[in-house]
């Protein structure tokens, strides 16, 4: 009987849930991290520390075996095996070794060109716009280089709507690697604020020299949690079974600011999305077929563009 009972209980160990709350922290200073993600690319899944380094990550049907990464940029990325549950866990990331692009000078003619989605406008779809906003969510805009000159990149322009504009997010950069976000080209995490609701935003970035990579290059936002900009959605909805009748239950998730405009049906189509746990996809939106193929969907890109500066 003592075996039985051993072997009834044994799944329950192995498959049951894992919560783990603790801090990241830099190993050098010994301070707090803000807005670094933890994935689980197993179970597709993660979350993200606040503003002081704080996290509570939930893995659906965690093993102690299970690899946890933990990255943030700046920082070299970190892969957690064996997890425990509990409070009070404590992970130190240590600092990357930061490369400065080396300063040119030459002679010839500068101009200035813009490069991304150029559309002046665009809609703001608050459903939409929610799932796009979870922490540690990413979405991505291809900046083509077709010039023929060398050159920096200058700036990078968000199109902001009127939701929570103020609400910080991350900036990143990534060079072009087959055709989707690779490595960072940015060595540090560059933390934004919008000043204009419901129009273009221009960050100027020439400080950090970066140079336009051949295959061109992708600039991202990134939402982060931060409680004071928090709100909670109750727009989706899962359709569950209910003592043998289908009922469809509210799903609520929290989501963050700021809401960026976007264009459906777009002659774009270079927009990737990428949520923690997951790799980068197409961005689609629009009516599914019937048939369920979602990549029949039009193409949909948010308004992010870049102005390069070309030497000729």
């Known amino acids: 009987m003592k075996y039985l009972l ?7 160990c192995v498959f049951a849930q894992i919560k783990i709350e603790g801090r990241v922290i830099d190993a050098v200073t010994k301070q707090p991290i803000p807005y670094v993600n933890l994935e689980s690319f197993r179970y597709k899944t993660g979350t993200q520390s606040n503003q002081d380094g704080e996290f509570v990550f939930e893995l659906p049907q965690g093993k102690i075996s299970d690899t946890l990464k933990i990255s943030c940029v700046g920082y070299k990325a970190k892969y957690i095996t064996n997890l425990r549950m509990g409070v009070g866990a404590i992970y130190e990331l240590l600092p990357a070794s930061i490369t400065l692009s080396e300063v040119v000078i030459r002679k010839g003619k500068v101009v200035l060109k813009e490069v991304g ?7 703001n779809f608050n459903p939409f716009n929610e799932r796009l906003r979870r922490s540690g969510a990413q979405t991505a805009v291809l900046m083509k280089n077709e010039e023929k000159g ?21 900036v990143r950069l990534y060079d072009n690697e087959k055709g989707f976000p690779g490595n960072d080209l940015l ?5 934004l604020v919008a000043t204009s609701k419901n129009d273009w935003n221009e960050f100027d970035i020439s400080e950090y020299q970066i140079k336009i990579p051949e295959k061109g290059f992708y600039v991202a936002i990134e939402w982060l949690a931060n409680e004071k900009f928090a709100s ?3 727009t989706f909805h899962e359709v569950v079974d209910v ?3 289908k009922k469809k239950i509210p799903r609520p998730f929290t989501y963050y600011g700021p809401e960026i405009a976007h264009r459906i049906d777009s002659s774009y189509g270079l927009t990737y999305r990428k949520f923690l746990g997951t790799d980068w996809f197409l961005h689609r939106a629009g009516v599914v077929p019937k048939d369920g193929d979602r990549s029949k969907t039009g193409f949909a890109d948010i308004l992010v563009k870049s102005t390069i500066e070309i030497i000729e």
Do not use: D
């Not at 989605?117 to 809609?123: D, W, Y």
């Not at 060398?150 to 991350?170: D, E």
């Not at 060595?187 to 933390?191: D, H, R, V």
């Open 187 to 191: 060595g540090k995490s560059l933390e």
């Open 232 to 234: 909670v959605s109750n």
């Open 117 to 123: 989605v150029l559309e002046k406008t665009g809609s």
């Open 150 to 170: 060398k050159g920096i990149v200058k700036s990078v322009h968000f199109f902001i709507g009127r939701h929570k504009y103020n609400a910080p997010f991350r």
């Open 243 to 245: 003592n043998g009748k």
């Open 6 to 12: 051993i072997l009834l209980f044994l799944p329950v």
